[in-house]
């Protein structure tokens, strides 16, 4: 579902662009048209001129070389435009800057004359830890969708993008060094350090005007002033929101019953906010396209609603570092869509074997150790990720009975002892990636039958031995992984990846 929207948004965004290259296009035929019917506004060429001047190109990873005065700005490197029947230029309504490494001391002031705009991305760029701008946005009052993630703004979120009726959707996520592995407990993550804050105006003001919103995401926005009433606050604002973002800000308390009106929500992540509290609540159970929910390093407890496990369309699935949430793992109806299910430190008990029969792919299952057993019946499961199962310090067995993988990755797990050798049972492996693992020993030579591998990974892992057998199919791919790289390595005809790095 979370797809879904991307997919919505992206076509949206080439719909405009279509529009933008389709005017361009009659505007190349008739370049020496002197009435140019179908040239960009001089004035927001002028203003896109000026933005331009106000990023320091030295330091920025492009110099937005299609920007050149007396050109048609429509035809510009992230610039889209749209006719207006009867006028004799186009407006600017797209202008997508994001990923492109441009640094600026703030953010110019000249943006807000393409009045027009629909669409502005600006993510991750570098504004050097500016305040988005106090006035400005409000002028922009077309936008439907507005992007200002991971661009080094810092402070307080200003009233003006409150004032942006018409946004679809808001992406002013700045989640700056989070790594869960850094994370020793919810202390920690609550005592860190957020980049943009919503104080004054508060969560609730921010949000009093975008009830169109469909997409909210705010992931490492301090809102702690919000209280316990943030999700009231958020269920009361935007009754069409489908996805919604609030990783790693703050939030406390219980989620508000009222939250329960959003059954339109595919994506919930709460993730990494150390301080929600209570139950999870029985109403996700009703949001029947809920796709993904991230609960994970929060302070939930009592059971949890094992029907969410049941929910069709659910896909990811995180509650990990909740360790007085309880629950169990109930079957799984045939067509399940569960891909990830992260569970440790919980206090989840009772799996059986049986539930997982119908799901194809599973990732990050998490500590592992009490679970093994059950992985044995998954035979149809083509996807296998096993991760952070420090405390597990042997293989699963029945690895090499999962005859439909095609992708299998062990990382940051106890493992000892060799590499199992059935791994080359999995005859349809097209990727398989060990890492940070305690394996030593040698490199089986089975993998070698693996004809379809695409993707080998081996690093981080204790393997030392010289490998002097016999790697079939592989045709002798790795001799030593202490000696030279062999150059036929690097013309085999289905790799396509290998990295045997830091062995
Ligand atoms: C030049 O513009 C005029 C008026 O918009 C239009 O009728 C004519 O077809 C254009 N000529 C070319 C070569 O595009
Ligand atoms: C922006 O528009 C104002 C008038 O609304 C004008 O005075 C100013 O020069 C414009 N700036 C740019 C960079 O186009
Ligand atoms: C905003 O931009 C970031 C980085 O370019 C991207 O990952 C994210 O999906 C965008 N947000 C939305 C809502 O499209
Ligand atoms: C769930 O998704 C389907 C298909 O996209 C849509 O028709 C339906 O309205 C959605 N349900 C809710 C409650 O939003
Ligand atoms: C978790 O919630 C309990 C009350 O349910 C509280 O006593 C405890 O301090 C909370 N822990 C954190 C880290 O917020
Ligand atoms: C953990 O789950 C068991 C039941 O499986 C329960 O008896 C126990 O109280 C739970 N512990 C906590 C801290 O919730
Ligand atoms: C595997 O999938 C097939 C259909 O694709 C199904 O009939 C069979 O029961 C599944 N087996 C297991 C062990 O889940
Ligand atoms: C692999 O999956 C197919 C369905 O996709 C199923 O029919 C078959 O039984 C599975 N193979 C094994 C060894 O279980
Ligand atoms: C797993 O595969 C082995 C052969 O590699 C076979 O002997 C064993 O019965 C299989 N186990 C299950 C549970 O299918």
Redesign the pocket.
Known sequence: MAGTTHLLALFALTQLYSVAASTSDAHAHGHDNDTASSFCHPDQAAALLQLKQSFILDYSTTTLPSWQPGTDCCLWEGVGCDGVSGSSSNSVTVLDLGRRGLYSYSCHAALFNLTSLRYLDLSMNDFGGSRIPEDGFERLSKLTHLNLSYSGFYGQIPIAIGKLKSLVSLDLSSLHNIESAEITNLYAIMDGYNFLVLREPSFKTLLANLNNLRELYLDGVDISSSGEEWSSDLAKAVPRLHVFSMAYCKLNGPIHSSLSSLRSLTVVNLKLNGGISGAVPEFFTDFLNLSVLQLSYNNFSGWFPWKIFQLKNIRVLDVSHNERLSGRIPEFPSGASLETLILQYTNFSGVRLSSFNNLLSLRELGELAPFFSWI?SLKNLTSLHLSDCYSSKLTPP?I??LTNLTSLEITYCGFVGQIPS?IG?LNKLTSLRISDCAFSGTIPSSIGNLKKLRRLEISYTELSCPITTDFGHLNKLMNDLRGDIPTYLFTLPAMLQLDISSN
């Open positions: 044995r029945m090499g009975n059935s049972n």
